[in-house]
């Protein structure tokens, strides 16, 4: 029980530290108005953001890592999406990190 805690809580922290930069959250935040086919290059993102093309990748690589976003090759460049079931579990897992009665909860069982 203990060790599905820590996970659980290596994951919350994974999560946190992908969103704590606030271009990576205006990503993110630009990808979820994207639906399906709809999805945006790194040349498109870069345009929208005022950033280079080189940060957008860094920071594309950062939410891939943990799989909130996704590519797919169209032709010649990457579009990237939300994966929005990844998006779901980041939200319960945040959700849990922020909940007081889950806390003494989780406390309690390590």
Known sequence: MREAAEKKT?????????LADPTRLRLLKLLCLQRAPDALCVNALAAILGITQSAVSQHLRVLKSIGLVKGERRGYRVHYFVNRETLRRCRDLVSAALSIDRLYKDEAQQ
């Open 10 to 18: 290596e994951e919350q922290a994974a999560v946190f530290a992908a």
